[in-house]
């Protein structure tokens, strides 16, 4: 049983290591700016609706504060129920703010890692570099050794002349 439990951790663990490279920071990112988006447009749409709620108990309230003869408990109800809505109000602003917070933490880590995809590390820079001197240097080396062995062949051919004048001066 050992062994089964083994095989499936190490089946589990290689299963999510290539979960793990399959996932792109930047599509996650871009993924949650679009729900953190939709979210927000959620929670603008219950600001109106409260809004609305809002503006409704205030005109019930006015109409019944004009009226002498209503109960005094309908309007003492009707003030905690705008009492109420202007919490709610208010809490939904304050999470507006926090998602517009949240949404440009978000866009900047997209344009972040917009701005390092694009842009080459130096390391990359140094390496390219390198690999571009290591060209060069091997390019100039090959160059010197077509030089000389021009002038190593000319200066044999010299040296036979001269003895071959040697020669012939001796005879």
Do not use: V, Y
């Not at 990359?124 to 570099?129: A, H, Y």
């Amino acid at each position: 049983m050992g062994i089964f439990k083994k095989f499936s951790d190490l089946i589990r663990s290689n299963i999510n290591n290539l979960l793990d490279q399959a996932e792109n920071p930047q599509k996650l990112a871009e993924l949650a700016l679009l729900e953190a988006q939709t979210s927000k447009k959620k929670a603008q749409a219950l600001l109106i609706q409260a809004q609305s709620a809002l503006n409704l108990n205030i005109n019930q309230l006015k109409s019944l504060k004009l009226d002498p003869n209503q109960d005094p408990q309908e309007i003492n109800n009707l003030e905690q129920e705008k009492s109420l809505h202007e919490k709610t109000i208010s809490t939904i602003k304050n999470g507006l703010e926090a998602f517009d917070r949240h949404i440009s933490s978000l866009k900047s880590k997209i344009t972040t890692s917009n701005n390092k995809s694009q842009d080459p590390s130096a390391f990359d820079t140094f390496s390219r570099m390198e690999e571009k001197i290591d060209q060069q240097e091997a390019e100039l080396e090959a160059l010197q050794e077509l030089l000389k062995k021009p002038e190593q062949e000319s200066l044999t051919n010299l040296e036979k002349e001269l003895e071959e004048l040697k020669k012939k001066l001796k005879s």
